[in-house]
Each structure stands twice: as structure tokens, then as C-alpha cells.
């Protein structure tokens, strides 16, 4: 994990992303810019300004993009790098996506990431959501032409979760991206993830904003099912 300035650590944990993004990327070092641009993650994710939103993940993606010029080894900045591109791919229409390579350049930065660093529950979630991802956009010809599949999305969640069991954002994020590939399909699976994310304590501002996003979804689930809890979960994450 980065080690950024002990004030941006307490920035962050207290909800103030965007100051402690600033104060991770006047250090410079990889291991602030890496941290930097995970607080720049979380304010996109957590703002009620959706107008800046767009802005801040350019940002993050530099943040990213410097800290894997100051450290070609970091696996934190491989992450933060692929996270950023996939949210800014997520964003973009289709046609942008491709012209813009999203896809291949998080799927290298997540594989090469795994070669560091074969145990980090992180990466492997990354590359399940890619799969699960490149599957709902890109439908049966994307996948093809990325090579995604949906066994290997399933069993790289579950590598996730079998490698940090008490990561309740893992969790969650393995249900957001089953509701939003599938919620029909998979909406018995999705309600028993969301039971155990809900369920987490968490830990800093940005941990309760996500599950408190999480026990909304599963309430909307419950009462009004998966496709109302599907467009819930578009609404509330990246």
C-alpha cells in the first residue's frame, strides 16, 4: 500500500479526498502519487458535483501515470492507473472506448500488476470486473475480441474474496458489477453479497459512503428487484 503524508492519510479517512489529494501529490514521491490518485477516485465517487467528475479522473489517471514513472515497479500505481482508465472507459461511448484502447491498457496494468504481486486481492478483483465489464458492453463480440469471459470474471471475485475475506468493498464491488452484467440472472447471488457488505463495519468516510450505497441498492433490491437495484447501483458508482 502507498505511503503518502500522514496528513493526507488523515484527509482522507476524514472524507476531505480532494485536500488530501493535494497534499499526497506535493510530496511527489510514487508511493503519494499513487495515493493521491485513489483520493481523487473517491471523490469521484462519493461528490455530489457530477460536473467535475470527469476532471478529477483525468487527474487520477495522471496522479497514476507519475507514480508509475517514478516507480516502474509499483504495483499500487498499476491499480490506481487501471481503475482510473476503467472508470474514465465506463464513462466514454462505445466508439471512445475503442479508439481509446481502455480496455487492453487496464487489462495489461491489472496482468502485470499480478506478475509483482500474484496474492493482491485488489488486482485480482480489478481483472474480474474487467471481465465482467468488457462482457456487459461489448456483448458476445467484445469479448471475443478482448478475450474476456465470464468463468474467469466469477473466479477472479472469488480468488478476491478468498485472499481478503473481511474486504467488504470487494464484495460489493463483485456485486455492482454481477447487478449491472445481469440483474436478472443474478440478482439471488447479488442480495447475498450485498447481506455481506451491508453487514461490514467500516473503516474511514470513504468505506461508509460505499456501504451505506450498498444497504440502498439491497433495500431496492428487496422491495422493488434487481432492475431498479440495477439502475440504483449505475446511479451511485462509477
Given at each position: 500500500?502507498?505511503e503518502?503524508?500522514g496528513?493526507?492519510?488523515q484527509l482522507?479517512?476524514?472524507?476531505?479526498?480532494?485536500?488530501?489529494?493535494?497534499?499526497?501529490?506535493a510530496q511527489?514521491?510514487?508511493?503519494?502519487?499513487?495515493?493521491?490518485?485513489?483520493?481523487?477516485?473517491a471523490?469521484c465517487?462519493?461528490?455530489?458535483?457530477?460536473?467535475?467528475v470527469d476532471?478529477w479522473?483525468?487527474?487520477?489517471?495522471?496522479?497514476a501515470?507519475?507514480a508509475?514513472?517514478?516507480?516502474p515497479?509499483s504495483v499500487d500505481?498499476?491499480?490506481?492507473?487501471?481503475?482510473?482508465?476503467?472508470?474514465?472507459?465506463?464513462?466514454?461511448s462505445?466508439?471512445q472506448?475503442?479508439?481509446?484502447?481502455?480496455?487492453?491498457?487496464?487489462?495489461r496494468?491489472?496482468e502485470?500488476?499480478?506478475?509483482?504481486?500474484?496474492?493482491n486481492a485488489e488486482?485480482?478483483?480489478?481483472?474480474?470486473?474487467?471481465?465482467?465489464?468488457?462482457?456487459?458492453?461489448?456483448?458476445?463480440a467484445?469479448?471475443?475480441?478482448?478475450?474476456?469471459?465470464?468463468?474467469?470474471?466469477?473466479?477472479?471475485?472469488?480468488?478476491?474474496?478468498a485472499?481478503?475475506p473481511?474486504?467488504?468493498?470487494?464484495?460489493?464491488?463483485?456485486?455492482?458489477?454481477?447487478?449491472?452484467?445481469?440483474?436478472?440472472?443474478?440478482g439471488?447471488?447479488?442480495a447475498?453479497?450485498?447481506?455481506?457488505?451491508s453487514a461490514?463495519?467500516?473503516?474511514?468516510?470513504?468505506?461508509?459512503?460505499?456501504?451505506?450505497?450498498?444497504?440502498?441498492?439491497?433495500?431496492?433490491?428487496a422491495?422493488?428487484?434487481?432492475?431498479?437495484?440495477s439502475?440504483?447501483a449505475?446511479?451511485?458508482f462509477?
Amino acid at each position: 500500500n502507498a505511503e503518502p503524508p500522514g496528513a493526507a492519510l488523515q484527509l482522507y479517512a476524514a472524507g476531505d479526498y480532494l485536500a488530501a489529494a493535494s497534499t499526497a501529490e506535493a510530496q511527489a514521491s510514487s508511493d503519494s502519487l499513487a495515493f493521491a490518485s485513489r483520493a481523487l477516485m473517491a471523490a469521484c465517487m462519493t461528490s455530489p458535483h457530477q460536473s467535475a467528475v470527469d476532471a478529477w479522473l483525468l487527474r487520477a489517471q495522471h496522479s497514476a501515470e507519475r507514480a508509475l514513472q517514478l516507480d516502474p515497479e509499483s504495483v499500487d500505481a498499476r491499480l490506481q492507473l487501471a481503475f482510473a482508465l476503467g472508470a474514465r472507459g465506463r464513462r466514454a461511448s462505445l466508439a471512445q472506448a475503442v479508439a481509446l484502447h481502455y480496455a487492453p491498457r487496464g487489462r495489461r496494468l491489472i496482468e502485470e500488476a499480478l506478475v509483482r504481486a500474484p496474492r493482491n486481492a485488489e488486482a485480482h478483483a480489478l481483472l474480474g470486473a474487467w471481465h465482467l465489464e468488457v462482457l456487459r458492453r461489448g456483448g458476445r463480440a467484445g469479448a471475443s475480441f478482448y478475450g474476456a469471459r465470464l468463468e474467469t470474471g466469477l473466479a477472479e471475485f472469488d480468488r478476491a474474496r478468498a485472499l481478503a475475506p473481511s474486504d467488504a468493498l470487494i464484495t460489493l464491488q463483485y456485486a455492482i458489477a454481477l447487478l449491472q452484467l445481469d440483474a436478472a440472472r443474478y440478482g439471488e447471488r447479488v442480495a447475498g453479497l450485498l447481506q455481506a457488505a451491508s453487514a461490514a463495519p467500516s473503516t474511514d468516510a470513504f468505506e461508509a459512503h460505499a456501504l451505506a450505497q450498498a444497504r440502498a441498492v439491497q433495500t431496492t433490491l428487496a422491495r422493488n428487484g434487481p432492475e431498479a437495484a440495477s439502475a440504483l447501483a449505475r446511479a451511485s458508482f462509477l
